[in-house]
């Protein structure tokens, strides 16, 4: 089986910054891209950012310039570093991957995290 935790989720100021983590666990092959959605409250889930195995990086409009997509292959953890949080940052974050599992090498599979809650809130 494999797993996608997130954490880093919390209450910040407007202005602020929030690091959010997502580690890949279980019986990993490699990983291709891991990305970052968000759903916030009454809204659909949407991309906020993307990143390749060889670290090429892909944002969303809103935050381009403020978050920052970060990647660690031999740790299996994929990171989002978001600076200047405005209220309508406020979602739940979700980690998404595609993952090659050890012993099914010509299958790629799509996971999701569970989710951490990020509120920007004065």
């Not at 409009?61 to 970060?70: A, E, N, W």
Request: aromatic share 10%; charged share 15%.
């Amino acid at each position: 089986q494999v797993q996608l935790v997130e954490s880093g989720g919390g209450l910040v100021q407007p202005g602020g910054s929030l690091r959010l983590s997502c580690a890949a666990s279980g019986s990993i092959f490699s990983i291709y891209a891991m990305n970052w959605f968000r759903q916030g409250p009454g809204k659909q889930r949407d991309l906020v950012a993307s990143i390749t195995r060889s670290g090429n990086a892909n944002y969303a409009d809103s935050v381009k310039g403020r978050f920052t997509i970060s990647r660690d292959n031999a740790k299996n953890t994929v990171y989002l570093q978001m600076n200047s949080l405005k209220p309508e940052d406020t979602a739940v974050y979700y980690c998404n991957a595609d993952i090659v599992r050890i012993g099914q090498i010509q299958l790629v599979t799509n996971y999701w995290g569970q989710g951490t809650q990020v509120t920007v809130s004065s």
